[in-house]
């Protein structure tokens, strides 16, 4: 696990996202994900796993309903300081727009195997305990060309599952973190802490 590419990317003194560092020892198993208004708009969802945050770009977002397979592209691994990061990305820098904690939580794995033995297995069966995200999900690996990785996301058959989700839904609409929509963060609106927020 790295930051090497991550670092390369980006220009630290004209963006406000973190440099960093990989933590080789004592990591919640956390997981969060961002919405994330770029050139497109997708939800990056990432996976704290040996001291970073593993992560995919998942177009349509997550689903919690077991029929939906939502195609995931891996990126680059995140610093774990990204799992509370959200703010405006500014013009001209790489992924340049509005970030937004959708959501943040805890996983486990649902299989006896570490996640890192999973992740190179290409298949990653987890729990997630999250305010939005509830409930067993696999990541299936289908593809990898060149620099492309593409992985499906999908929700596993439990009492969570829901067939009518909808993740555009105004009930989904703002940050876990700070209670804000994207408008609100665009335009730096000051955060609406309440309790009982999930703590990485």
């Not at 003194?13 to 956390?30: I, K, L, N, Q």
């Not at 794995?109 to 033995?117: A, I, K, R, T």
């Amino acid at each position: 696990m790295s930051l090497a590419a991550y670092r390369s990317k980006r220009a630290f003194t004209e963006t406000p996202e973190p440099v960093g560092r990989v933590r080789r020892s004592g990591c919640t198993r956390a997981f969060v994900v961002q919405k994330h208004a770029a050139s497109r708009l997708h939800y990056d969802f990432r996976l704290a796993v040996n001291g970073v945050l593993v992560s995919w770009a998942v177009p349509k977002g997550p689903s919690m309903t077991p029929a939906d397979k939502r195609l995931a592209v891996r990126t680059e691994d995140h610093p774990l300081e990204y799992a509370k990061f959200e703010d405006m990305i500014p013009p001209g820098q790489y992924g340049a727009g509005i970030v937004m904690v959708w959501d943040l939580g805890k996983y486990e794995p649902l299989e006896d195997q570490p996640p890192e033995e999973q992740l190179a297995l290409g298949k990653v069966q987890i729990v997630l305990q999250g305010e939005k995200l509830r409930g067993g999900f696999t990541l299936i690996q289908i593809k990898k060309s060149g620099r492309r990785d593409y992985w499906l996301l999908i929700k596993s058959r439990d009492e969570y599952a829901d067939p009518s989700w909808d993740i555009d839904s105004a009930r989904f609409d703002r940050s876990v973190l700070t209670g804000r929509t994207m408008k609100e963060i665009k335009e730096g609106k000051p955060a609406k802490p309440r309790l009982g927020r999930h703590r990485v």
